[in-house]
Structure formats: structure tokens, C-alpha cells
């Protein structure tokens, strides 16, 4: 509650300084200052090549670097009042000029890195070391009910091999799941304790390409099973396709926006909104959106209303060196929320309900939002992922890179999502139970939301 009256003020002065900034004289810089500009922020000093270790020099400044980037253009320094940021870096310079490895640094970058809890600011090894932390098999691995179980698994060679959803992981490599996995989580950046758990998890078989992983599983009878699983090497890899479309009973149409990251969600979407269009009722599912674009997102939502709807509203900090000096008070920059225009003719002006869960993230929740904002039906399953934003890249020392959250968006009103995740009307949550039976308690539940819709 505190943070959304924070906010809520802050909106407000921001319309007392926009009159203030009409007045404000914008002087563009030369082409030359434009070209001293660009080479002081993305220099290619820092794009040094890999090694399989740094030169102390190198880590030292690798690690400067990210601190430095956080300090003048993190967006949420005010969520982490505990952080001394400062204090932070020194308690560090130590322990990354003792890393043995590059691998070792970078890994030391993730966990400083994570002390800001936000999803959108990451660091992320050379490509030379991928293999060595990130590969794992197509096992879909999440805590449910405080369970660590298998909830899908994307691959018949791994089906052939008797992994199911709904067995528990009770060990891996031989050390319980839970100790495990948290063991782990120090280098999980995430925004809320949802999405920190999905990550945990979901990554917990993740390591080095070449060296498979022990799994000690136990099935819905209680039989305790030890399987010895590769990380990679799978051909029959199943992916999700980015738009999915069924008719389900009584003609409701079923419509999984599976990812926002390719503008052909958007050219799939026209192609099968014919048939939308003749459907009674339409659940659509982000439940597996991960995020992309959010501007294909609010085309979907063009076909869902005649008038124009609003989407989140965004502000970043706006700093300017001399207002140091003069004791001025932090300031915060943002522009005119613009509307989004309805599609036109042939809105589809039928029930309609969205379904979410913590992998609902970033532009997937920028759509959840307008679509709150819209009132156009209910939000039924889990809390999203509670992270979007604008993410500045930039290059670190041995082919690295690191990202920084710079903007932070809330609803018109200024009731913040980030750090709590957008909350469904109609709260509910898989069990072990509905894992083992291959059941969808959260479609089933927006089933019956639509069917108490079409009673009134």
C-alpha cells in the first residue's frame, strides 16, 4: 500500500512538472556531441574477448561497470531501501579479483546482481559458457503445494525413458530437491517471490552440457525411482507454437498467446480471428507468455473493444548533474499516456476471460494490465511473474553482457504490479492432484466463469 500512494504522488507531481518542462529550452546536440555521446556509453573497450580467466583488471572493471550502470539508471532503488548500493560494490571488488574462473565471475556478477530483485536487470555469461551453466533437459520442473514435481515433459525420447508429469523430484545428484534448488537461487534475479520460485525450479536440472544429472523421482504409488538423465542432445525437442486455437464444449473458444516475442503471433492472430469471431465465449491463455513485444499484444486486444483502452503508464528517473549541487530533490521523467485505437469493424463483443500464472511476464503482463484496465472480462488463475520494463544492454568484460531495468510501469492510477504481479479476480492454483491427473483446474475454473456469465 505504500508503494502504490508513492506512486500515486509521484504521478501527480509529474503533471505539475510536464507545465513546468513546456517552458524548458531542449538544445540538440551536434552530430560530432552525438558521436562523444555514443562512444562513452557503449565503448568497445569493454568488448573484450573470452578467456577462460580475466585479467584481475578486467573483473574489477567488468564489475564497475554493471555498478555504475545500476547507480545512475535502475528504476527501482526505492524497492531495496535495505541495499546500500555502494556498499555493496566494495563488498565485492575482493571477491571477483579472487574468482578463479570466468565462470566463477560471472557468477559472482549474478548473485550482486540479484540483490536488486527485479526481474529485467540480469547478467548473462559469454556464449562460450552457456553450455557449461544453462542446459538442461525439456522437463518442465515447478514447486507445487510445496512438492518439487514434474508438470510437463517435452520430449518422447524422455517419455520412453518413464518420466511423467505429476513424479516428484525428491533428490538431484543425490542432495534433497529443496536444498538443492535453493542452494541455487542466489543467482536468480527476479521481481517477486512467485518468480523467483518459478526460476528456482524450473532450472534446478540445469548445468554443463556434457555432464547428465541424477534424478531420485517418486510416482503417484509411492515407488521410488533413481534415473541418470542427459542435459542436452534431444531431437524430438517439443516447442510451443506461438498462437494456439481450439473450440472447446458449447463452442468457447480456447486462444494461447504463447509468446510476444515474434510479429507472427500477431499475423496468426488475424488469420484465425474468422473463427473467433463465431465463437460463443473466448479464454485466452498467457500462462506460458514469457514476453516480447507488447505492442502485438494490444493489437490482439484491438479486436476486443470498440473504444480506445489505455495500457500501463511508465516513468524513469530523470537526472540532471547540477540539481546535485543545488540540493535539488530527484525528479522523475514520463510522457503523455497514449491510447490504444480499437481494430474497427467486427469487434468481438462476446465473454471473454484471460488466464495467467507467475510465467506470465513482461510485455504478456503489459496485455494483462490493459486487459484489467479494459474490464473486459475476468483474470482467473495464478499472480503473473510481476516484471516488465526497458532493459539497457550493454557489454561486459570476456563477451559477457548485463541489462538494467530503467523504466517502471504501473497501472493509469498509479497501482503498481511490479514486485507483486498482476491479480486475478478468480485466484487458483494447481495441485499435486490435478498435476497426476492430467487435469486443468485453471481452464476448468474459467469454464465455469463463463457459463455463470452467460446464466445472468
Request: proline share 7%; charged share 25%.
Amino acid at each position: 500500500m505504500k508503494h502504490y500512494l508513492l506512486l500515486s504522488a509521484t504521478l501527480t507531481a509529474l503533471a505539475a512538472l510536464s507545465a513546468r518542462a513546456q517552458k524548458a529550452v531542449y538544445i540538440p546536440y551536434t552530430e560530432q556531441q552525438v558521436k562523444v555521446e555514443k562512444q562513452l556509453w557503449d565503448s568497445p573497450a569493454w568488448k573484450t574477448p573470452y578467456q577462460p580467466q580475466l585479467s584481475e583488471d578486467e573483473k574489477v572493471a567488468g564489475l564497475s561497470k554493471f555498478w555504475s550502470e545500476a547507480k545512475y539508471n535502475f528504476a527501482f532503488f526505492d524497492k531495496i531501501p535495505k541495499v546500500s548500493w555502494d556498499s555493496l560494490y566494495l563488498a565485492y571488488i575482493p571477491k571477483v579479483k579472487a574468482a578463479p574462473t570466468t565462470l566463477a565471475y560471472y557468477q559472482l556478477l549474478q548473485e550482486m546482481c540479484a540483490q536488486l530483485h527485479d526481474g529485467h536487470t540480469n547478467v548473462y555469461p559469454p556464449r562460450e559458457l552457456m553450455n557449461e551453466v544453462y542446459e538442461r533437459p525439456p522437463l518442465r520442473i515447478a514447486l507445487i503445494e510445496d512438492k518439487v514435481l514434474i508438470t510437463e515433459v517435452g520430449s518422447e525420447t524422455l517419455r520412453q525413458q518413464g518420466f511423467v508429469p505429476g513424479q516428484e523430484v525428491l533428490a538431484v545428484d543425490g542432495v534433497p530437491a529443496r536444498t538443492y534448488a535453493e542452494a541455487r537461487s542466489g543467482w536468480q534475479s527476479a521481481s517477486t517471490p512467485q518468480d523467483r520460485t518459478m526460476r528456482t525450479y524450473n532450472t534446478i536440472l540445469a548445468g554443463a552440457a556434457s555432464k547428465p544429472v541424477e534424478v531420485t523421482l517418486q510416482d503417484a504409488k509411492g515407488r521410488t525411482l533413481r534415473k541418470t538423465v542427459a542435459r542436452s542432445g534431444y531431437t524430438d525437442e517439443q516447442t510451443r507454437p506461438v498462437l494456439e486455437f481450439r473450440l472447446l464444449k458449447d463452442n468457447v473458444g480456447y486462444l494461447a498467446l504463447n509468446g510476444f516475442d515474434k510479429a507472427e503471433v500477431v499475423q496468426r492472430f488475424a488469420e484465425v480471428y474468422p473463427q473467433i469471431s463465431q465463437t460463443s465465449a473466448l479464454i485466452i491463455d498467457v500462462r506460458a507468455n514469457g514476453g516480447g513485444n507488447s505492442d502485438y499484444g494490444y493489437e490482439v486486444l484491438s479486436y476486443l473493444t470498440d473504444q480506445p483502452f489505455q495500457t500501463s503508464r511508465w516513468i524513469t528517473r530523470d537526472y540532471h548533474p547540477p540539481f546535485r549541487p543545488w540540493e535539488r530533490a530527484p525528479q522523475w521523467y514520463s510522457e503523455p499516456q497514449e491510447s490504444v485505437k480499437p481494430k474497427g469493424s467486427g469487434v468481438y463483443t462476446r465473454p471473454v476471460v484471460l488466464l495467467t500464472s507467475a510465467r506470465t511476464f513482461s510485455a504478456a503482463e503489459d496485455f494483462a494490465v490493459a486487459f484489467d484496465i479494459m474490464k473486459r472480462g475476468l483474470i482467473i488463475g495464478e499472480p503473473t511473474g510481476g516484471s516488465t520494463g526497458q532493459p539497457l544492454l550493454f557489454s561486459l568484460p570476456g563477451g559477457g553482457m548485463a541489462r538494467i531495468c530503467t523504466k517502471r510501469d504501473t497501472y493509469p492510477n498509479g497501482k503498481e504490479f511490479v514486485g507483486v504481479g498482476v491479480q486475478p479476480q478468480v485466484m487458483v492454483h494447481p495441485t499435486m492432484r490435478d498435476i497426476r491427473s492430467g487435469r486443468d483446474t485453471i481452464l476448468e475454473a474459467a469454464l465455469k466463469q463463463l457459463k455463470l456469465t452467460a446464466k445472468r
